[in-house]
């Protein structure tokens, strides 16, 4: 019974997990899209603060969408390059 109850945790737990990642990732992209030059003026700490979200869950999503060309960097800076990739596959999913 202890066995089932732990697995039971552990999937939930997953469950949650991924779920929370799709709804900060529709979150950003929403942001994004709503303010283009919003990467230019904050930080991902303070993006991140603002979104009561880790810093590193942050920036977990801005890299994946950097290695995807979503958005990209201009003068040390992330600017966002492809807004229809972002809203397409964030927005209308």
Do not use: F, K
């Not at 979503?70 to 992330?78: F, K, L, T």
């Not at 966002?80 to 809203?87: A, D, G, N, Q, R």
Request: proline share 2%; with cysteine.
């Amino acid at each position: 019974m202890l066995r089932g109850l732990v697995a039971l945790v552990r999937d939930n737990t997953r469950r949650l997990v991924i779920e929370r990642s799709h709804r900060l990732e529709s979150i950003v992209a929403r942001l994004l899209l709503d303010d283009p030059a919003l990467l230019r003026r904050v930080t991902q700490g303070e993006l991140a603060g603002l979104l009561g979200a880790s810093r590193q869950s942050l920036n977990q999503i801005l890299r994946a969408w950097e290695r995807e060309g979503i958005i990209g960097r201009r003068d040390g800076r992330m600017h966002l390059s492809e807004p229809s990739t972002l809203e397409c596959r964030y927005l209308h999913a």
